[in-house]
């Protein structure tokens, strides 16, 4: 059974950095793209970052050039990077994993493609 956990989220003042970790279980994830979306209360659930099972990754435009999405394969671990955080950044983060082996990804995910994800982590940005 696939199981994803999050971990790494909380408060942070704006221009801060948090790091999320998202680990892995129930299958060998090193042939899988896997990604975050995240959800503000009130509002839709957005796309954040993706990456391939290749390495490729892909990321909102609201985030480019601040977040890092990563992957350790060997921990079956994947990760997202956030620097520069702004109030906008706070909502619960989800970190998710396609169903399909070795599907390609070329662009960004809706995050309605995702097979499996996890519980979530809440990330706070203070003004």
């Known amino acids: 059974q696939v199981q994803l956990v999050e971990s790494g989220g909380g408060l942070v003042q704006t221009g801060g950095s948090l790091r999320l970790s998202c680990a892995a279980s129930g299958r060998t994830f090193n042939t899988y793209a896997m990604g975050w979306f995240r959800q503000a209360p009130g509002k839709e659930r957005e796309s954040v970052a993706a990456?391939?099972?290749?390495?490729?990754?892909y990321y909102a435009d609201s985030v480019k050039g601040r977040f890092t999405i990563s992957r350790d394969n060997a921990k079956n671990t994947m990760y997202l990077q956030m620097n520069s955080l702004k109030p906008e950044d706070s909502a619960d983060y989800y970190c998710a994993t396609d169903s399909d082996y070795r599907r390609t990804i070329v662009r960004l995910p809706a995050y309605g493609y995702w097979g499996y994800w996890g519980q979530g982590t809440q990330v706070a940005v203070s003004s």
């Open positions: 990456i391939s099972w290749s390495g490729s990754t």
